[in-house]
């Protein structure tokens, strides 16, 4: 498993930076965008695109794996097709990655730093991540060459073994890397319920009877931000408690890279519904999202969708206080598959 994991960061980073290289001059960059076909697209979006770099990267991925670990070939998915033939029509909109957005307590609403690639290993057997890789290709600016700097995030949970690229050194006292929204939430386990005592994520796009819901639970503590892998990737960095989306319009490969990292760190991610459906019963598992196994009777990317959405989360009773406070505000048919 440490030889796939070692192979993983390094294939990541070749992406990384056919991601930053295709990103480099815009005008070339306009000529590697193209609209998705149907079968590929994301309903959520009425034109839905993807460039050579998403091409690119994946097959680089796929490829450098499946010659490392020769039997791969046809248990690799992605979300692109290999197909690039862009028209440069009228249909092509102008795409802008923007390098100047401020973030809003460390979270970045929108921008390339919202850029992620996400690699998961999940088991064949059970559907359970076992290892994700998070690159963030853009990071950091150099404001003299404009070149970007990356961040690289890894995850293993296998056998009983938990390790991930967050632990704090040894000598380091739980807690002290604070100075995000998340910290005081990790550590009020044992105080008396209060208000406001966690922090969460959403889409832009969730619905607002989710989002008056989460108000009443978080306060003022819910932001926004673009791109399902960067908004697991807060959670998996502590700048908020959980990550919730109530909507089937993202997928696997949107979530097992962070779902594995927060395994190995003592959280997961859930089916949204699937948690307001069970209740509050004790000592039952929670619906773990899991990946080897795709919907029947769906075509195209829809086979692979999270229907029921999904919450990540950073721990087991962070994720219950967390539901026994938003249950009561939000019944399950009020939230939209």
């Known amino acids: 498993m440490s030889a796939i994991l070692q192979e993983l960061l390094r294939v990541s980073e070749k992406a990384a930076h056919i991601a930053r290289a295709c990103r480099q001059q815009d005008a070339l960059f306009q000529l590697l965008i193209e609209e998705k076909k149907d079968g590929e697209k994301n309903k959520k979006f009425a034109v839905d695109f993807k460039t050579l770099a998403d091409v690119l990267v994946q097959e680089v991925i796929k490829r450098h794996m499946e010659s490392k670990f020769p039997g791969l070939e046809d248990k690799i998915f992605g979300e692109e097709s290999n197909e690039f033939t862009n028209a440069l029509d009228s249909t092509h909109q102008y795409i802008q990655g923007s390098a100047d957005v401020e973030p809003s307590h460390g979270i970045f609403p929108q921008g390339l730093p919202c850029v992620t690639i996400l690699i998961g290993v999940y088991d064949l057997r059970t559907g359970l991540p076992l290892m994700g890789v998070i690159n963030q290709p853009f990071v950091s600016q150099d404001p003299d060459t404009l070149r ?165 989360y950073r721990s087991r009773q962070q994720l219950e206080t967390f539901l026994s406070l938003l249950a009561p505000h939000l019944a399950p048919a009020g939230a939209r598959a």
């Open 148 to 312: 970007w700097e990356g961040r690289c995030y890894w995850g293993l949970s296998y056998m009983g073994t938990n390790i991930h690229s967050l632990q704090p050194p040894v000598s380091e006292p739980q807690g002290a890397r604070t100075g995000h929204p998340g910290a005081e939430a990790a550590d009020t386990g044992s105080q008396a319920q209060g208000a406001h005592r966690f922090s969460a994520v959403i889409s832009a796009s969730e619905q607002e009877p989710v989002r008056a819901a989460l108000a009443r639970v978080c306060g003022g503590r819910v932001f926004r931000a673009a791109g399902a892998g960067y908004k697991g990737l807060c959670v998996v960095q502590g700048l908020v408690d959980l990550y919730v989306f109530s909507y089937d319009t993202t997928f696997k490969w949107d979530s097992c890279a962070p779902h594995a990292i927060l395994r190995a760190m003592g959280g997961g991610m859930v089916d949204f519904q699937g948690c307001l459906a069970r209740g509050p019963a004790a000592g039952r598992e929670w619906p773990q999202l899991l990946y080897h196994v795709g919907h029947e009777g769906a075509s195209g990317v829809d086979r692979w969708a999270n229907r029921g959405g999904l919450i990540a």
